[in-house]
């Protein structure tokens, strides 16, 4: 499962951040999405961690994918988008797929990884009775530190983070008391905790696993800097309109959320991608600080 | 709490099916129920498989019911439905009861049974926010493969598919990529995975236990046959007559399934009836399969 | 994490209460709640059980808190109401809380101890999707016995049993078979069990505990007497306007338990305040009856 490097940073006790490969293969245009996956893992190194991007191939959980691993989840055709229910089937079937927030997280704290960075959770959709990721209630029993820039707007975000809550899903903002709203610096609501430097981070996962209360992830949230966020007015205008134009044209289910987000990379000039991209890249580099924070290693 | 019968087969690893009692308690009428009874057992064993049929008497749980404890579950007067909460307080209060899907499932684990056949899941109720079968939960946290035939149609099936996904259970269908609707072999909607024969479900179930992500049951959906079906026509048509009966009279609550399914028998001349013993038998034989192979032991 | 005395205790196998410190810290008026606090400990030791009231103290979990810290947490400024998710930031900052019943149902399991007193669950609140708290999903999975006397009939209480069915949470009525109503000793609603005694109570954990399912809490639900319960025809006046009065200023949220329950107490003229007192006192005394039954020490 795990690759050599991967072994050997956790068999020496060294920083490791987990990252996901859904983000990869169906969240960013080609090549670029290749070039990102690329950008991340070097992010990771930077700040003196090790990455390991997870991915399913032949049937194989492979935690820590080479470039050429990494290449074929890229630009491979019809990879598929693979929830943790979704690995028995894959690894029983031998497919290649792409990992959720919901399978990395479980994969990552199964060979021992503890933090894990990616753009945006999963959560409840908007008008979609029923319709939440499996991203929340996994995150509700994986203890892991995930660092993301919040939910996307597209989704409910104040029933996301009541859910969170009824599962118990630890919540802090990083630096801010205000929950992200992934393109923007707010999304309009606010966290329980904050905490101002990555050692607080590292300290808050070890007390939670001290308790011993069975308690799931630290859903850290690390806001996109207001002076580089899609301008607001924009990004509320944008998503008025999207949200319009898929209940005008009758797309639900599966399908919305690739309508919401082609809409917002067009209507805002590919602006929302590079929002999307600087977040990514920035949480890459936050959970690499948190994991060495963690491992008690000097950056 | 485990028979003479099934502790040699557990003994032994030979294949080991289990079955619930609330289908033969409640779900089809007397003197039939205790003959279908004795046929699922009979099917169980024709496949080479030995059944245990799960219950509750005298406060002791029994896995695999002999001929005497099934006529006593069969026929005795007000034998409760126990799901898995209520099972604690039987026990205590030396109760006799049928058991659930939840409650079976829980059982059969336990004792360490893997695969349980049934007719329906438990779901989300039509219109009645928050009325959710403990099934689907107990199904998130219960590693065991679940043969069925959908959710019964008087249920949301739409809902309860996603509620499945929430909670991560595994669904794959039988040699299909629809979700089968009891009754019918469509519901309508989708499942993620096909598999298409025994030795694929196994090693479905091989591949969730290895990955150790405390992932819960394959929900194998195994539609009746198009030819076997109840006539979709009619289906429609005697569940909007269903429905529209229960809200003109005010059913609610624990009352609407009984009612429902008592208009589905008496406005389909019986013909609902023949087609659930059909499908549940059915399943049986499949789930036998399926231990046969996880046994690997030959049919 | 533990005190002296209930080290002690737990040492010798007597039997212990857990106690909660948001009720002290935020359900009563000053200086009344830290004389109440103290008529809780004296109740369970009365009854012949060590109380074990929890609290957090400069990041400390302190269960027993004695009588300098029961003050601490009673009439400190600003401390805050601490859920189970958020217990490790609180241990990782140093910060006081009080506990709520899922943070202190988390930590009597823990440290051991099995039955614990409250006054009313968390639950599911009116006319406010997804606004459920934490309480119902770690009572899910958290096997101690809570009495209570209900959920305070502001929250939405038919949808509140539903979710503690969905969630396989057991319920069962101490000397009666109908859901109280908090103020009232009956909800309108049934429980599916009825228990009549300590020693019946503590044979259904036993039995829990030894069926291994990994079922949580048993919610023993302990009616106040018709002749000291709230005038029905005023709680219901009451309940109607303060839903109203809530509704009309647009209060929501965090904001709307308060409110209700400081419109209850001014407009019942204290009654609320007094009834809710009497049901603690008489949850806190069954509950060490019950701990005294499981211990198998005569009272
Ligand atoms: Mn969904
Ligand atoms: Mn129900
Ligand atoms: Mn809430």
């Given at each position: 499962m795990v690759g050599d490097e991967v072994a050997l940073a956790l068999a020496h006790g060294r920083p490791l951040v987990a990252l996901e490969s859904t983000l990869i293969a169906h969240g960013l245009p080609r090549p670029r999405n290749l070039a990102v996956a690329r950008e991340l893992g070097a992010a990771v190194r930077a700040a003196g961690a090790t990455p390991a991007t997870i991915g399913v191939l032949d049937g194989k959980v492979v935690v820590g994918l080479d470039d050429d691993q990494l290449t074929r989840i890229a630009l491979g055709e019809d990879v598929p988008k693979l929830s943790v229910r979704d690995i028995p089937f894959a690894v029983s079937t031998k497919s290649d797929g792409a990992t959720t927030v919901a399978s990395t997280a479980a994969i990552a704290h199964r060979v021992g990884i503890g933090v894990f960075a990616t753009g945006g959770l999963g959560g409840v959709h908007r008008d979609a009775a029923y319709d939440e990721s499996a991203d929340l209630q996994l995150l509700g029993r994986t203890p892991i530190t995930i660092v993301c820039a919040g939910v996307k707007s597209i989704l409910d975000v104040p029933a996301t983070l009541e859910r969170l809550e009824s599962l118990s899903v630890l919540v802090a903002g990083y630096r801010t008391d205000r929950f992200p709203g992934f393109y923007l610096a707010d999304s309009g609501h606010q966290v329980p905790w904050t905490l101002d430097n990555p050692a607080q981070v590292a300290a808050a996962a070890a007390a939670r696993d001290a308790l011993g209360f069975g308690l799931g992830a630290i859903v850290l949230a690390n806001p996109i800097p207001v002076d580089?966020?899609?301008?607001?007015?924009?990004?509320?205008?944008?998503?008025?309109?999207?949200?319009?134009?898929?209940?005008?044209?009758?797309?639900?289910?599966?399908?919305?959320?690739?309508?919401?987000?082609?809409?917002?990379?067009?209507?805002?000039?590919?602006?929302?991608?590079?929002?999307?991209?600087?977040?990514?890249?920035?949480?890459?580099?936050?959970?690499?600080?948190?994991?060495?924070?963690?491992?008690?290693?000097?950056a």
């Open positions: 580089r966020q899609l301008d607001p007015v924009l990004h509320d205008r944008v998503l008025a309109e999207a949200l319009a134009g898929a209940a005008a044209q009758g797309v639900t289910g599966k399908d919305i959320t690739p309508y919401l987000l082609a809409y917002f990379h067009e209507a805002t000039g590919g602006g929302s991608l590079e929002v999307n991209i600087d977040l990514v890249s920035r949480n890459a580099t936050l959970a690499a600080q948190i994991a060495v924070a963690a491992a008690g290693t000097p």
